[in-house]
């Protein structure tokens, strides 16, 4: 127990310590786009330092750690790099310019908590089954078999998803279409629905360990939800819809998440 409340101290000592980094990098800026890279990249940091934190290694503490790394170590990467070319996300301009003259809240002050202090502590519990996890002493098992082919396909759904658009993208003559090939065809977020996947499988494979990694279930209930009902799909759907007039015949034919045939 009191190897497993020193791991958790650490890790959130170590995450705010980023974020407040994150944050006076933001206002320097006047941008906090590139925080959604570091909600891959900082759940990589919790699983490294929750790697050498738990004890010796053991088959569970390396697949978690490989998984958890190359998921976020290419997304995070991703994203940096799309920020880079695209600028800074009107999603998050929007909201800034919203608090400012709604509520009269200043940059700093809204940055520091709608985004920064809100972000670490929801990629804490998301991250719990690489924290909490490392701690399994079972052996690997069917389960965490099962974990590790649920994982994978999310990562390379995810990846697929965002190669496609980020090709899609790159052609001027596809300005104001909807892409509806390839993995957009089945899901409207392919990107989120490899998210989910990684993130249950994940927790499959830190819930076999034993009761300790069964408990880390919030993680992926809070991601999927985040995904599905708050800062995924609602946030993104609601400019296409106003910037592209086919997107509402997409979503009509189009499932949200889970990918199936299109009606």
Known sequence: MTELLHLLIVNAAASAACFFVLWLIGLRLRDVSFIDSWWALGMVVLAWASFFLSGPPSGRKVVLLAICTCW????????????????????????????????????????????????????FIVALPVQLGLFGSRPLGAVAAIGILLATLGIVFESVGDAQLAAFKSKPENKGKVLDTGLWRYTRHPNYFGDACVWWGLWLIAAEGGLLGMATIIGPILLTALLTRWSGVPTTEGPMRRRKPDYEDYIRRTPAFVPWFPR
């Open 72 to 123: 976020g170590v290419r997304l995070g990467v991703y994203l940096v790099l799309r920020w880079r070319r695209q600028g800074p996300d009107p999603r998050y301009q929007s909201m800034a310019r919203r608090a400012e003259a709604e509520r009269g809240i200043g940059f700093a002050r809204w940055s520091a908590g709608t985004v920064f202090s809100l972000q670490a502590v929801l990629q």
